[in-house]
């Protein structure tokens, strides 16, 4: 398995494991029962890699971590329970970037959502990335 996919899975499970909510789901696509929220999705957007030696590969990987839910309250005690758990998740160095706070609407049930961007740096064996 790909170091990126398990940095993912492990990520998806940990956080499962801790918020207790079913609907942890990783860079799907995605259709929404509003009705079942709260739901966290983890969603990797871009990895830059670099070979910082002739065996290592650098890879940082941009993830944004969405959490919609039906109340502002909701969300951000999801969004403290998000960050417990990376400050404990080991698979990968974490570079927080930012947080972003929206209103969306799904099938005319209104959501508030809030975005964690991060950055997460592995090392690879080149034949492994």
């Avoid at 995605?30 to 966290?40: G, M, N, Q, R, V």
């Avoid at 940082?60 to 999801?78: G, N, Q, R, V, Y």
């Avoid at 698979?91 to 929206?102: L, M, N, Q, Y």
């Amino acid at each position: 398995m790909l170091k990126r996919n398990e940095v993912l899975l492990g990520l998806q499970s940990s956080l499962a494991r801790k918020i207790k909510i079913p609907n942890v789901l990783v860079d799907d696509i995605l259709t929404f029962d509003a009705s079942k929220a709260p739901f966290l999705v983890i969603r990797p957007s871009n990895t830059e890699i670099r070979a910082t030696n002739s065996d290592t590969w650098k890879h940082t990987m941009s993830l944004e971590f969405e959490i919609l839910a039906p109340s502002k309250d909701l969300a951000d005690h999801l969004l403290e329970q998000v960050l417990e758990e990376l400050e404990i998740f080991s698979a990968a160095h974490k570079d927080p970037k930012g947080i972003r706070v929206e209103k969306v609407e799904i099938a005319a049930t209104p959501l508030y959502a809030l975005i964690l961007e991060l950055d997460m740096v592995f090392f690879t064996p080149s034949f492994r990335s």
